[in-house]
């Protein structure tokens, strides 16, 4: 399998304050700093609000994807 990496820009609302990609591929913006779950693979944010912005390949290494943005 080939693995490419692409610049793409996204305009979020600017109370978006991290981004993380979830076990599945998933690429989410999150509005307060998201938890893991370790269970269901993935960050959850609580009652705080997120946007999915794209959908990927599996990560292995998702757990370390969240960044300040």
């Not at 990496?5 to 913006?29: C, M, R, W």
């Amino acid at each position: 399998m080939k693995k490419i990496t692409l610049k793409i820009d996204f305009e979020l609302p600017s109370n978006y304050k991290f981004i993380a990609q979830d076990y599945d591929g998933d690429l989410v913006a999150y509005i307060d700093e998201p938890k893991i779950d370790e269970d269901n693979q993935y960050f959850y944010s609580g009652s705080s609000g997120y946007i999915t912005l794209a959908f990927g390949a599996q990560n292995e290494k998702w757990k370390d994807s969240l960044r300040e943005i």
